[in-house]
């Protein structure tokens, strides 16, 4: 048996909160909205893409927001994801712990903990050579 890598990850939302979650994860970060399956889409929530894996915005009640546990962005451009979030009104915070990682961590519309990062250019160099 053999793990082939992530499919999507699964946050919690409000039910109601498609619409603010839409604006956050499409507008202000730019993921696609995907289409649910018509059973699923009954349930609520909002399906995104976030390259090759999926971010899924599940309804669950009551809704209790993540605020340790939480999906990590790949980002190309750190510091124009963090100017855009902060546009947006949502508060940047920056975290240096880990060594050749550029990274910050917010909060959605509903609550939910959220990093992107960016990785050290030299770093992204070696991971591509060892593909």
Not at 1 to 7: E, F, I, K, S, Y
């Amino acid at each position: 048996m053999t793990v082939l890598g992530m499919h999507h990850v699964q946050i919690a939302c409000p039910a109601g909160s498609e619409d603010v979650m839409r604006a956050f994860y499409g507008d202000v970060l730019g993921l696609d909205e995907l289409p649910k399956p018509p059973a699923l889409a009954a349930r609520g929530g909002v399906w995104f893409a976030a390259g090759a894996q999926e971010l899924h915005c599940g309804v669950e009640d009551p809704f209790v927001p993540a605020r340790k546990a939480h999906p990590c962005l790949l980002v190309a451009d750190i510091e124009a994801m963090a100017e855009a979030v902060a546009k947006a009104g949502a508060e940047v915070r920056w975290d240096e712990n880990v060594p050749g990682v550029r990274r910050f961590h917010t909060d959605d519309p509903v609550g939910n903990r959220l990093e992107l990062q960016q990785d050290d250019p030299e770093r992204q160099q070696v991971g591509a050579l060892l593909g």
